[in-house]
């Protein structure tokens, strides 16, 4: 599979972005989806995740109640809705995927598939 972030951009702390994963290849519904953000000088760090039917979401705890991650499996794209950002949600964000038919994880080891990232600015 192979997958293509979008929708990054400048916004003012309190605003919102929705990032968007495109992905092309088949069985994109029997993908797990995860995103990833790298800060400047900081190490990449799991966001959220998703199943392969989007019925089970998982969040790191600086993004519970803020980021709602989704999936369309009909339009091979999963999303990424971002509210109230913050000046430290400032990163490269990236959607990845791990080997066929493999759960979710926050590693990022176990993640085999990147798009190429997009970059979200909050200003303060």
């Known amino acids: 599979v192979q997958l293509q972030a979008s929708g990054g951009g400048l916004v003012q702390a309190g605003g919102s972005l929705r990032l968007a994963c495109g992905a092309s290849g088949r069985s994109f519904s029997r993908y797990a989806l995860g995103w990833f953000r790298q800060a400047p000088g900081k190490e990449r760090e799991f966001v959220a995740a998703?199943?392969?039917?989007?019925?089970?979401?998982h969040y790191a705890d600086s993004v519970e109640g803020r980021f709602t991650i989704t999936r369309d499996n009909a339009k091979n794209t999963a999303y990424l809705q971002m509210n109230s950002l913050k000046p430290e949600d400032t990163a490269v964000y990236y959607c990845?995927?791990?080997?066929?038919?493999?759960?979710?994880?926050?590693?990022?080891?176990?993640?085999?598939?990147w798009g190429q990232g997009t970059l979200v600015t909050v200003s303060s």
């Open positions: 998703i199943s392969w039917s989007g019925g089970t979401t």
């Open positions: 990845a995927a791990p080997q066929i038919d493999q759960s979710w994880s926050p590693h990022i080891y176990k993640y085999d598939y």
